[in-house]
């Protein structure tokens, strides 16, 4: 209380103390997420051409702090105890995980937090500060406003789920998406990481799958990409991924994994493994044809053949999978997919019909559910909780299973899953599947997006986050990528983030942000607003 007092006082009077303050004149930082307080005096903190960190904040943290200092301001920085740094730590064991305060004034920039989560969305909010810094006091005297942040998030689960299996994407580009995604605090990466297309994670058990697996002719949305680069040469798919002019693919060994995870583990941000089963598994079949009920891949009235979940041969192999998934994330949470199961195969099949009539089950969908279980028990016995998409969780699923919501057609669905305790994350295809395609309008119904109103009996507390999401049989490339996720990125991290929000104000804090996409070489969507 009585810092904001000194604030609000200070946004009246001109002060010069010790050569670090004089009257601020230049515009409020253009934070994005908008933290949940801020306050902005007329003074600031003018920035030494070496600056003290403290050795108490978080080695990760300081580690990012420092990059940002040297490479946008040029500036150096030296390591000390609290008392004798210019940026000091205080835990303050009172304040939430991932909560923060930030209290600049005209001698220190104190930050507050509980442990290394808050601390880092703490420096990635001076982060930002420091990139407007950059971009809008060239040759002039590098200085902060002396400010008081309050800040804390609105969910705990903010997801960014990238589809790696219909075209795939180099371990550096993920490293550096996974330093854009902390930037504006989200926390989560889940990792589509098989499907029809290919299989793209090395598995020692079954090296098939990537020696065959992750390789395919190419398919009907390859052509579509083929025929679209002709005029439009951002559609062009990623020559480094084709062998032979017709093959396409690629894998991450668990080598790679290992960085990936490793990188994200030092920006907070968490990976979500995903190995889709029992559908979308056509590149393990063409790896290892007794996979499925017909001993080959196939496309039924809507999907493709599933795996056989009758064949204990099979059962067996799905959990070897997930146990080396299970051994290589350290992330809690693995999701298994089991969305859009063509079960046909199975109704025709004998050891199918003998387990369900031993069963007594009543149709094929139970043995979607039998496979569900079992491998929900199997990951539980390694100390991991399963995910599944909405598909699966309207059968007799555990209700320990949690489940991402993204068919926005059947809203009743959505109350069902919660009403049955099952925890719920959020990301309806109209809302949150960026890679629809992209337009002003779509871009302010996801910042504007409210849950309530869609379904008035979904309470929040119910929705423990939400997750934005890139599928990507149309989109071929780094640069098609880019322009599906950003601007959307920074609307949809305001949404999970901050309980206020205003678009006109958004739009106006975008125009820094732009300029920092135009530095970094950001393939982003323009708007005129």
Not at 46 to 60: G, K, Y
Not at 201 to 218: C, H, M, N, Q, V
Not at 450 to 460: A, H, R, V
Not at 468 to 497: D, F, G, M, R
Request: proline share 4%; glycine share 4%; net charge negative.
């Amino acid at each position: 209380m009585k810092f904001r007092i000194f604030l609000l006082c200070l946004c009246f009077i001109i002060q010069t103390q010790g050569g670090f303050s004089q009257k601020l004149n230049c515009e409020t930082p253009q934070l994005i997420p908008k933290p949940q307080k801020e306050i902005y005096s007329n003074l600031f903190l003018r920035l030494p051409s070496v600056i003290t960190i403290s050795n108490d904040i978080d080695m990760n943290a300081k580690s990012i702090l420092e990059k940002a200092l040297l490479e946008s301001l040029n500036i150096e920085v030296s390591y000390n105890s609290n008392e004798n740094s210019l940026i000091r730590f205080f835990v303050d064991k009172q304040l939430p995980d991932e909560a923060y305060h930030i209290k600049i004034d005209t001698v220190h920039i104190d930050i507050h937090a509980s442990g290394s989560a808050g601390s880092l969305w703490a420096i990635q909010t001076l982060h930002q500060m420091i990139e407007s810094i950059s971009l809008t006091s060239a040759g002039q005297i590098k200085q902060l406003p002396v400010t008081e942040i309050e800040d804390y998030p609105r969910y705990k689960w903010r997801g960014f789920h990238l589809d790696v299996a219909r075209h795939f994407f180099t371990k550096e580009y993920l490293l550096k998406t996974i330093e854009r995604l902390s930037f504006y605090k989200i926390n989560k990466l889940h990792l589509h990481l098989n499907d029809d297309q290919g299989w793209r994670i090395e598995i020692d058990k079954y090296p098939l799958l990537t020696e065959i697996g992750a390789w395919r002719s190419f398919d009907k949305y390859d052509s579509i990409c083929i025929r679209q680069s002709e005029y439009n040469p951002d559609m062009q798919i990623d020559k480094r991924f084709i062998r032979n002019d017709s093959k396409y693919g690629g894998f991450y060994t668990k080598a790679d994994m290992r960085e990936i995870i490793a990188h994200a583990q030092k920006y907070g941000i968490e990976i979500i493994p995903e190995i889709d089963m029992p559908g979308h598994m056509s590149a393990a079949i063409r790896a290892y044809p007794w996979l499925s009920c017909t001993g080959n891949t196939g496309w039924g009235k809507e999907f493709s053949y599933p795996i056989c979940p009758c064949d204990p041969k099979v059962i067996d192999f799905a959990k070897d999978i997930y146990s080396e998934i299970a051994e290589l994330f350290p992330s809690p949470f693995v999701h298994i997919g089991a969305d859009e199961v063509e079960r046909d195969t199975w109704e025709l099949n004998a050891d199918c019909k003998r387990q369900m009539k031993k069963h007594k089950m009543k149709s094929s969908a139970d043995l979607q559910t039998f496979f569900v279980n079992e491998i929900q028990k199997s990951l539980k016995e390694k100390g991991k909780k399963t995910i599944v998409w909405d598909d699966a969780a309207v059968d007799d699923i555990e209700n320990e299973v949690y489940v991402t919501f993204w068919r926005d057609w059947m809203n009743e669905n959505a109350n069902m899953i919660v009403e049955k305790g099952n925890p719920m994350i959020f990301m309806t295809w109209s809302h949150f599947y960026l890679s629809a395609r992209p337009s002003f309008k779509q871009w302010k119904e996801l910042y504007e997006f409210d849950i309530t109103k869609d379904y008035p009996n979904m309470t929040e507390s119910k929705v423990i986050g939400y997750q934005a999401c890139v599928w990507t049989e149309e989109i071929p490339n780094e640069i098609k990528l880019e322009e599906h996720v950003y601007p959307a990125l920074q609307a949809y991290s305001e949404l999970i983030w901050s309980n206020k929000r205003n678009w006109q104000d958004f739009l106006q804090r975008m125009s820094l942000h732009n300029r920092i996409m135009d530095r970094e070489g950001i393939h982003y969507r323009s708007y005129t607003y």
